[in-house]
């Protein structure tokens, strides 16, 4: 049976806030936003829907908006954290690719 894979551990990942991972899914290399919100993360390939920008404006850096948004770096695009849905912006419906976690022993893992 495959170990899962594990990416950071939770408490790298500030409450509230934005990391960037790097990982290797089914054999490509992939950029992931992770957003936590207490011992929830939830995670989204850092690829904006709208134009197939990088969501961060440097490397882990990533914008929030007032309301709790997260907003692409390139266009503005707006996201709601929870769904992924663009809820403002060029590509308004559309949504990022969520990639499924689990947390286990207190790391952040891919879920098998
Ligand atoms: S690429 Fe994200 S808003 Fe244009």
Not at 81 to 107: F, M, N, T, Y
């Amino acid at each position: 049976m495959n170990q899962p894979v594990s990416l950071i551990a939770l408490d790298a990942v500030p409450d509230g806030g934005f990391t960037e991972v790097e990982v290797v899914i089914d054999g490509d290399a992939e950029s992931l936003v992770l957003h936590r919100v207490g011992e929830q993360v939830r995670g989204y390939l850092n690829i904006c829907p709208h134009a197939g920008r990088r969501l961060d404006w440097a490397p882990g850096q990533f914008l929030k908006s007032r309301e709790g948004h997260l907003v692409c770096a390139a266009h503005g695009a707006s996201f709601a954290l929870d769904s992924g849905e663009c809820v403002a912006g060029p590509c308004k419906g559309d949504h990022l690719r969520a990639v499924a976690l689990q947390i286990r022993d207190g790391q952040v893992q891919l879920a098998p």
